[in-house]
């Protein structure tokens, strides 16, 4: 299990700090974990299931691609519903 620290975050998936902070609080990212009491910091297999479901997903087209996380957020839980509605 690795952490990655927020700016870390930013420049794998290439989005602004504020971009990420939406992300997270309309539920379409992984939310981040505390590390420490002052120290927050996102799961690696978190990032990379979003990222593998966002490029499953094909191209951007709006609510089809939002990506849908367990309550707990989870790794490995991250699926999109447009490859739910490809795959049912």
């Given at each position: 299990m690795r952490?990655?620290?927020p700016r870390q975050v930013l420049e794998m998936i290439g989005v602004s700090r504020t971009t990420l902070w939406r992300m997270?609080?309309?539920?379409s990212f992984p939310r981040p974990v505390w590390?420490?009491?002052r120290n927050?910091?996102?799961?690696l297999d978190?990032?990379?299931?979003?990222m593998r479901a966002r490029a499953e997903a094909g191209p951007f087209d709006g609510a089809a691609a939002r990506t849908v996380l367990a309550p707990s957020g989870?790794?490995?839980?991250?699926?999109?519903r447009l490859v739910q509605r490809r795959a049912g």
């Open positions: 952490f990655l620290r997270v609080q309309a539920g590390i420490t009491e927050q910091g996102y799961l978190s990032v990379e299931a979003w989870v790794a490995g839980r991250a699926v999109t």
